[in-house]
């Protein structure tokens, strides 16, 4: 567009066939008429976590119709949502349990048995409750992986600038390395059990590094063949561990008591710090968000988004239930057989068989290798989920797209290697390993933060998850919890100096995003891009230069297709600093919104009289000045939308594929950016009007605006 010019009112009528909504002929026409996207290129060098081949389609031949359903979530306010159904559950099953291993691994059967040993039935409430937090961070990351079609460690390394990154993929590895050294610790104890102590640590930490490719390797058969796997593991610790409590005979009365009945002494402090620590392993965060993207699910789709919220919600509820269940049998088996026993403290993952064997004796099937099977299916499990987040981790902060078996390859070696050492180096005794396995926790502890404050921050920012953002009453625990979770200390000394890293780091990571490229810019960077022009006269427009201000532009709105909204600004003629500011909108569905200002509040008129535009030098309607416009005592910005309404565009078609909501949330970071580029206008009165189908608009829109003020405001 050339400066000081607008082009003729015929031209705006060019754009109406990308927007219009009717008929797939239509559609097929504007997308022909696009140009290529130039992000193409970009996508396919970006790495991702599932291609679009390995996913699962989860939609039912006999279900409802999701185009339908999504057009009803575009234009209904409260939707029909579809029946439930067990075979579509079914089909989403999966994610929810390998994400649950995290709460089986060796590391958590060692808090487990120290709970039991130390504390007895006590601190099973906390164990509950540990569960339940969990559920809700896992929850949280499922939600950003649905919503958005990418998990945390992509959207940090959008989100966050180079250094932080960096940094959080740095705490990440750690915390990846610490886990697994635990995980294939535990396997490879399990191995050695199993062998009659034939097989020394280190030859089982070996042989658990080449089961972790076997069965990786079954991905190559489907996403479902692996999930069958650990289907099978998790199995195996249900039963050996049923199995171990049925053989004990628990105290049903205190076992009930434990879990209803808060109690915490200073004397198991350590080991409720151990229950709660285990419990959310930072690696898993970063897991579940990739591994619910296994699924066919299109995140422009709101209604698919909804029911895959609904279906891993229920799905990842039971998967978390049955870990409880669980750790609460190994828990109660080393109540029954320790507690208040003075090996009660000597306990650790290397003796704890024998320790039973000699408690419980023989049997039909010797509890000691009962244990060793339980212990082997929690670190095998463990072992290839940790390799499996790794590759997540490094293949989104870092966008490395390399082949799955190189990837695996140097995500296990990050692990392997310390943890051969360790195996050689630890191996001299039963409380060595104790004493690594609670350092170890304590790392976890620590890492903890690096991964919920980057969870907790994008899932409530609306420029990443626009609709599924979550509320303020949903954000106001987390601090607290990441800062105690994360600080608990084993002595009140320690607690101060690491309580205020967290809340430092806390603060620290939450403002970054606000410096991304995802964000709604500061006046200066909108500045920087600002893309306006200043109108001085019109075609058809005789009388010379225009009697008012007029200005033109583009605000992107959608960085990811390039999608920008065209606007006119025609500022007041009265006082422009001092009059109120409307938004206009109108209605269509999709029509320019140029008909707001020839035919509506704008201060010229199309002139009612006949004209001939088709023949040689045809021509242009004539524009005539309206003295009784609304731009009298107010400035007007009138805007085209949503994108493929009149000048507005998308330069990927997947751009042009908005509803109502989508829409609004649009306009709303429109505003935002273009008073950041106006800031003139911040003190003058502000108005949202619009005609026909903007009525559906406006009052969302305005609503959206309302709640962000009061939430700047601390009102409710």
């Given at each position: 567009m050339a400066s000081g010019t607008l082009p003729a009112v015929a031209g705006g009528g060019e754009a109406a066939p990308a927007a219009d909504a009717g008929g797939a002929r239509a559609d097929e026409e504007a997308r022909a008429l696009l140009p290529p996207s130039p992000s193409s290129s970009e996508e396919d060098l970006e790495e991702r976590a599932y291609e679009a081949t390995e996913k699962v389609i989860v939609s039912l031949a006999d279900g409802p119709d999701t185009d339908d359903l999504e057009e009803g979530f575009a234009t209904s306010p409260s939707p029909t949502q579809p029946p439930f159904s067990w075979r579509k559950l079914w089909l989403f099953t999966g994610p929810g349990f390998l994400m649950s291993i995290a709460f089986l691994d060796p590391g958590n059967l060692e808090g487990d048995l120290q709970a039991g040993a130390v504390a007895g039935d006590t601190l099973l409430w906390l164990l509950l409750?540990?569960?339940?937090?969990?559920?809700?961070?896992?929850?949280?990351?499922?939600?950003?992986?649905?919503?958005?079609g990418r998990h945390l460690a992509e959207l940090c390394r959008d989100e966050y600038p180079d250094w932080a990154r960096r940094a959080l993929w740095l705490m990440a590895e750690v915390a990846m390395?610490?886990?697994d050294i635990q995980e294939v610790i535990g396997s490879a104890i399990a191995i050695k059990i199993l062998s009659r102590g034939y097989l020394p640590l280190w030859a089982g930490v070996v042989i658990t590094a080449l089961d972790c490719?076997?069965?990786?390797?079954?991905?190559?058969?489907?996403?479902?063949k692996l999930e069958a796997v650990f289907a099978i593991l998790i199995a195996t610790m249900a039963i050996s561990f049923a199995w171990m409590f049925t053989d004990t005979k628990p105290n049903m009365k205190d076992l009930i008591i434990g879990i209803l009945v808060p109690k915490l002494s200073s004397r198991t402090i350590r080991q409720a710090v151990g229950v709660v620590g285990c419990v959310i392993m930072p690696h898993n965060v970063f897991l579940h968000s990739a591994l619910v993207q296994s699924r066919k699910i299109d995140p422009n789709k709101e209604h698919q988004v909804r029911e895959a919220l609904r279906y891993y919600s229920i799905?990842?509820?039971?998967?978390?239930?049955?870990?409880?269940?669980?750790?609460?049998?190994?828990?109660?088996?080393?109540?029954?057989?320790?507690?208040?026993?003075?090996?009660?403290?000597?306990?650790?993952?290397?003796?704890?068989?024998?320790?039973?064997?000699?408690?419980?004796?023989?049997?039909?099937?010797p509890i000691l290798y009962i244990w060793g099977i339980g212990l082997l299916a929690a670190g095998q499990s463990s072992t290839i989920t940790g390799t499996y987040a790794g590759q997540f981790i490094m293949g989104g902060f870092l966008n490395l797209k390399l082949k799955k078996w190189i990837r695996s390859l140097i995500t296990r070696s990050f692990a392997i290697v310390p943890t051969i050492i360790v195996a050689l180096f630890f191996d001299t005794s039963d409380s060595a390993l104790d004493i690594l396995n609670e350092?170890?926790?304590?790392?976890?502890?620590?890492?903890?933060?690096?991964?919920?404050?980057?969870?907790?921050?994008?899932?409530?920012k609306e420029q990443v998850m626009g609709v599924f953002k979550i509320g303020r009453n949903t954000q106001w625990p987390w601090p607290v919890y990441v800062s105690h979770h994360g600080g608990m200390p084993a002595s009140n000394a320690a607690m101060s100096p690491r309580l205020h890293l967290h809340l430092f780091l806390l603060f620290t990571l939450s403002s970054l995003p606000t410096y991304s490229r995802l964000s709604v810019p500061?006046?200066?960077?909108?500045?920087?891009?600002?893309?306006?022009?200043?109108?001085?006269?019109?075609?058809?427009?005789?009388?010379?230069?225009?009697?008012?201000?007029?200005?033109?532009?583009?605000?992107?709105?959608?960085?990811?297709?390039?999608?920008?909204?065209?606007?006119?600004?025609?500022?007041?003629?009265?006082?422009?600093?001092?009059?109120?500011?409307?938004?206009?909108?109108?209605?269509?569905?999709?029509?320019?919104?140029?008909?707001?200002?020839?035919?509506?509040?704008?201060?010229?008129?199309?002139?009612?009289?006949?004209?001939?535009?088709?023949?040689?030098?045809?021509?242009?309607?004539?524009?005539?000045?309206?003295?009784?416009?609304?731009?009298?005592?107010?400035?007007?910005?009138?805007?085209?939308s949503p994108v493929g309404a009149g000048f507005s565009f998308s330069r990927h078609p997947d751009g042009?594929?908005?509803?109502?909501?989508?829409?609004?949330?649009?306009?709303?970071?429109?505003?935002?950016?273009?008073?950041?580029?106006?800031?003139?206008?911040?003190?003058?009165?502000?108005?949202?009007?619009?005609?026909?189908?903007?009525?559906?608009?406006?009052?969302?829109?305005?609503?959206?605006?309302?709640?962000?003020?009061?939430?700047i405001d601390g009102r409710p």
């Amino acid at each position: 567009m050339a400066s000081g010019t607008l082009p003729a009112v015929a031209g705006g009528g060019e754009a109406a066939p990308a927007a219009d909504a009717g008929g797939a002929r239509a559609d097929e026409e504007a997308r022909a008429l696009l140009p290529p996207s130039p992000s193409s290129s970009e996508e396919d060098l970006e790495e991702r976590a599932y291609e679009a081949t390995e996913k699962v389609i989860v939609s039912l031949a006999d279900g409802p119709d999701t185009d339908d359903l999504e057009e009803g979530f575009a234009t209904s306010p409260s939707p029909t949502q579809p029946p439930f159904s067990w075979r579509k559950l079914w089909l989403f099953t999966g994610p929810g349990f390998l994400m649950s291993i995290a709460f089986l691994d060796p590391g958590n059967l060692e808090g487990d048995l120290q709970a039991g040993a130390v504390a007895g039935d006590t601190l099973l409430w906390l164990l509950l409750w540990a569960t339940a937090m969990g559920l809700l961070v896992q929850l949280l990351a499922a939600r950003l992986g649905v919503a958005t079609g990418r998990h945390l460690a992509e959207l940090c390394r959008d989100e966050y600038p180079d250094w932080a990154r960096r940094a959080l993929w740095l705490m990440a590895e750690v915390a990846m390395v610490g886990a697994d050294i635990q995980e294939v610790i535990g396997s490879a104890i399990a191995i050695k059990i199993l062998s009659r102590g034939y097989l020394p640590l280190w030859a089982g930490v070996v042989i658990t590094a080449l089961d972790c490719f076997i069965f990786l390797s079954l991905e190559n058969y489907g996403v479902r063949k692996l999930e069958a796997v650990f289907a099978i593991l998790i199995a195996t610790m249900a039963i050996s561990f049923a199995w171990m409590f049925t053989d004990t005979k628990p105290n049903m009365k205190d076992l009930i008591i434990g879990i209803l009945v808060p109690k915490l002494s200073s004397r198991t402090i350590r080991q409720a710090v151990g229950v709660v620590g285990c419990v959310i392993m930072p690696h898993n965060v970063f897991l579940h968000s990739a591994l619910v993207q296994s699924r066919k699910i299109d995140p422009n789709k709101e209604h698919q988004v909804r029911e895959a919220l609904r279906y891993y919600s229920i799905e990842s509820t039971i998967a978390l239930a049955v870990s409880f269940m669980i750790n609460l049998f190994v828990t109660t088996v080393f109540a029954k057989g320790f507690y208040g026993t003075k090996e009660a403290g000597n306990i650790g993952l290397e003796n704890a068989g024998q320790y039973l064997q000699e408690k419980f004796g023989g049997g039909f099937f010797p509890i000691l290798y009962i244990w060793g099977i339980g212990l082997l299916a929690a670190g095998q499990s463990s072992t290839i989920t940790g390799t499996y987040a790794g590759q997540f981790i490094m293949g989104g902060f870092l966008n490395l797209k390399l082949k799955k078996w190189i990837r695996s390859l140097i995500t296990r070696s990050f692990a392997i290697v310390p943890t051969i050492i360790v195996a050689l180096f630890f191996d001299t005794s039963d409380s060595a390993l104790d004493i690594l396995n609670e350092w170890l926790n304590v790392l976890q502890s620590i890492q903890i933060p690096f991964a919920l404050i980057p969870l907790i921050t994008l899932v409530s920012k609306e420029q990443v998850m626009g609709v599924f953002k979550i509320g303020r009453n949903t954000q106001w625990p987390w601090p607290v919890y990441v800062s105690h979770h994360g600080g608990m200390p084993a002595s009140n000394a320690a607690m101060s100096p690491r309580l205020h890293l967290h809340l430092f780091l806390l603060f620290t990571l939450s403002s970054l995003p606000t410096y991304s490229r995802l964000s709604v810019p500061t006046s200066a960077a909108a500045a920087a891009n600002a893309n306006h022009h200043v109108v001085t006269s019109l075609p058809g427009y005789d009388d010379g230069e225009l009697p008012f201000r007029l200005e033109t532009g583009y605000v992107t709105v959608d960085e990811e297709h390039g999608a920008e909204l065209f606007y006119y600004l025609i500022e007041s003629e009265n006082d422009p600093r001092g009059d109120p500011l409307l938004l206009w909108l109108t209605g269509g569905y999709r029509c320019s919104v140029l008909s707001g200002v020839f035919f509506e509040v704008g201060p010229v008129r199309l002139a009612l009289e006949p004209y001939r535009p088709y023949e040689v030098g045809g021509e242009l309607p004539r524009l005539r000045y309206h003295p009784y416009g609304w731009t009298k005592s107010a400035s007007v910005l009138f805007v085209d939308s949503p994108v493929g309404a009149g000048f507005s565009f998308s330069r990927h078609p997947d751009g042009y594929l908005v509803g109502d909501i989508s829409a609004s949330l649009q306009l709303k970071r429109f505003l935002a950016k273009w008073i950041a580029d106006h800031p003139d206008y911040l003190a003058n009165p502000f108005y949202i009007g619009g005609d026909s189908y903007a009525g559906k608009i406006v009052p969302f829109l305005a609503q959206k605006i309302s709640e962000e003020m009061r939430a700047i405001d601390g009102r409710p």
